[in-house]
């Protein structure tokens, strides 16, 4: 008898060509409005070496048609925020870590290492002693973006000699 391998299931595949907005309104835009009305929600990319995962969740962070899902949450998230009553405040943070060989360490201050996970009172996670940096616009969740980026470890693999070995 033959073996065939074993079968895979998908929900959807998307073609070579599939733009980054197309990707985004047909995976991302809807987990995003219902975080917008108060709901959880996580996007995660997952896969080997070189397939993608850092184009599709990054894209060029500051090119509107190369953008990939975190830019264009980050957009959506502030015209949100512009279209709300003007006598409403908002307060944003930012938090770039990456976890690296089960370590914790901030992208944005790399002097903090080790860092652990804890829930608060309503048992939402969060990474302690993370920096939280305030940000009133895209550029500004961009320029994070930047520097926690050259921060990341970066380790040489047989697939390819930039991979990154962390998640962030």
Request: proline content about 3%; aromatic content about 12%.
């Amino acid at each position: 008898s033959k073996h065939w391998g074993k079968p895979y299931y998908f929900d959807r595949v998307f073609q070579s060509n599939t733009t980054q907005v197309q990707f985004y309104n047909a995976v991302a835009l809807k987990i995003v409005k219902d975080v917008l009305e108060g709901y959880n929600g996580t996007i995660f990319a997952y896969g080997q070496t070189s397939s993608g995962k850092t184009h599709t969740m990054e894209g060029n962070l500051h090119d509107p048609e190369m953008m990939g899902i975190i830019p264009r949450i980050v957009q959506d998230i502030f015209s949100y925020i512009y279209s709300m009553d003007e006598n409403l405040e908002f307060h944003i943070k930012v938090s770039y870590f990456e976890i690296y060989l089960d370590k914790i360490r901030d992208l944005l201050d790399v002097s903090k290492m080790n860092l652990s996970v804890h829930e608060d009172k309503n048992r939402v996670p969060y990474v302690k002693g993370c920096t939280e940096r305030f940000v009133c616009s895209p550029e500004e969740v961009m320029d994070a973006i930047d520097e926690g980026k050259n921060n990341r470890h970066v380790a040489v693999t047989n697939m390819n000699e930039h991979s990154s070995r962390s998640h962030s």
